[in-house]
T-cell receptor, first 116, second 117 residues
Framework: AQSVTQPDIHITVSEGASLELRCNYS??????LFWYVQSPGQGLQLLLK??????LVQGIKGFEAEFKRSQSSFNLRKPSVHWSDAAEYFC??????????????FGGGTRVLVKP | DGGITQSPKYLFRKEGQNVTLSCEQN?????MYWYRQDPGQGLRLIYY???????QKGDIAEGYSVSREKKESFPLTVTSAQKNPTAFYLC????????????????FGPGTRLTVL
């Protein structure tokens, strides 16, 4: 069965500093990969996604992620964090096989705190 | 504007009561999903539906029920059999595509927070 691990439950970063959130997945084949962001008490917003092709993916709000097949990782990065980036971030994987029912598997999330 | 609406935003339930959470979408999506979110556990899939009048259990379906009588609506009932229903519930929808592209991208509603008193 597929699984997603986000090793860091909390990360605190200073405003203007760089940010990297880790995501490792376990899957039998190359999955679709996603990063979502959630502000407190809100739904999830898609930051970026990887389906195929270039392994460095650009997303909204200045985020990017790199797919590394050899490491089964899909880490999220931002060069300079803004106070508004304080939120919880979720990595998710989905199957490339239609029969699998379009289900996503989510990691446990990483809560990002931004210091002024 | 197209989107997903969930109501109510906050819901309080007494033990032993059934409650129904509403989810409506006007994105013309075929597939809809219900997730439960607990602190530190990410999102767990309760039920999903890929087409009207059809739905499948997710990973934690016990104590929940759904219906899909209309394309735009996918209500979730939390029954008294659910032992620990206090959580944040998220509804999502997606295109039910045949190939890659937007096949798996799910769009989320704002959520309903359910508290059992």
């Amino acid at each position: 069965a597929q699984s997603v691990t986000q090793p860091d439950i909390h990360i605190t970063v200073s405003e203007g500093a760089s940010l990297e959130l880790r995501c490792n997945y376990s899957y039998g084949a190359t999955p679709y990969l996603f990063w979502y962001v959630q502000s407190p008490g809100q739904g999830l917003q898609l930051l970026l996604k990887y389906f195929s092709g270039d392994t460095l993916v650009q997303g909204i709000k200045g985020f990017e992620a790199e797919f590394k097949r050899s490491q089964s990782s899909f880490n999220l990065r931002k060069p300079s964090v803004h106070w508004s980036d304080a939120a919880e971030y979720f990595c998710a994987v989905g199957p490339q096989i239609k029969a699998a029912g379009n289900k996503l598997t989510f990691g446990g999330g990483t809560r990002v705190l931004v210091k002024p | 504007d197209g989107g997903i609406t969930q109501s109510p935003k906050y819901l309080f339930r007494k033990e032993g009561q059934n409650v129904t959470l509403s989810c409506e979408q006007n994105l013309n999506h075929d597939a809809m999903y219900w997730y439960r979110q607990d602190p530190g556990q990410g999102l767990r899939l309760i039920y999903y539906s890929q087409i009207v009048n059809d739905f499948q259990k997710g990973d934690i379906a016990e104590g929940y029920s759904v219906s899909r009588e209309k394309k735009e609506s996918f209500p979730l009932t939390v029954t008294s059999a659910q032992k620990n229903p206090t959580a944040f519930y998220l509804c999502a929808s997606s295109i039910r595509g045949l190939a890659g592209g937007r096949y798996n991208e799910q769009f989320f509603g704002p959520g309903t927070r359910l508290t059992v008193l």
